[in-house]
């Protein structure tokens, strides 16, 4: 079982996966909790690049976002589905789209293309965590200094949030959306309902 957790900066899914990753534990699944980008050796430099560093072309950080996924995968997320292990992950290629495609203005068609030819695997369930730009914000400055994507601009941040809108009716077999105005307590009940009927746990 592969599951992304989505959303936009500040909708809170590294809460939600470490409580879906709970979940599964205790239901007796053996589970692997990672994320993107950097979610694999070495690939923290990639990942300071992405969020903190200087780049002036939207093509070096698509590229660099593909690149960091394909060593992901082939040295993380594919070995351990072929172990058997569920994935949780958070963020993967819908991340890309939104922010790439409609945050950046990407061409949707060229993207697409290359990682069709990057042959990633697509997720069995993709939780997204809806939430708006303004209390996502609010919880970025609580949280502290942001990094060079979070510091995009409020625009930037809504085009993101519109393009995961359109990936969830374009996705809908996969897609299962998730208020994050919610409280954690009230997610985790939410998603441990969807796990029982899906029958994952």
Not at 173 to 187: A, C, G, H, I, T
Request: proline share 2%.
């Amino acid at each position: 079982m592969f599951i992304t957790i989505e959303g936009i900066d500040g909708s809170g899914k590294s809460t939600l996966a470490q409580r879906a990753v709970a979940l599964l534990e205790k239901s007796g699944h053996k589970t692997l909790w990672t994320r993107e980008p950097g979610g694999w050796e070495h690939g923290d430099l990639i990942r300071s690049l992405l969020l903190n560093g200087t780049l002036k072309n939207d093509l070096t950080e698509i590229m660099l976002f593909l690149a960091d996924r394909c060593e992901h995968v082939k040295q993380v997320i594919e070995p351990a589905l072929h172990e058997g292990l569920c994935v949780v992950c958070e963020r993967y290629c819908d991340s890309t789209r939104a922010y790439q495609c409609w945050g950046r203005g990407i061409e949707r068609s060229k993207l697409e293309a290359l990682m069709e030819w990057c042959q990633f695997p697509e997720p069995d369930l993709t939780i997204w965590l809806d939430v708006s730009v303004n209390t996502a914000c609010e919880r970025i400055m609580v949280r502290g200094r942001a990094d060079r994507i979070e510091s995009e601009t409020l625009d930037f941040h809504r085009r993101v949030s519109e393009g995961f809108r359109a990936l969830s009716a374009e996705y809908a077999d996969r897609f299962v959306q998730l208020s994050s105005e919610k409280s954690p307590d009230e997610l985790e009940l939410e998603l441990k309902k969807i796990f029982a009927d899906r029958g994952i746990i």
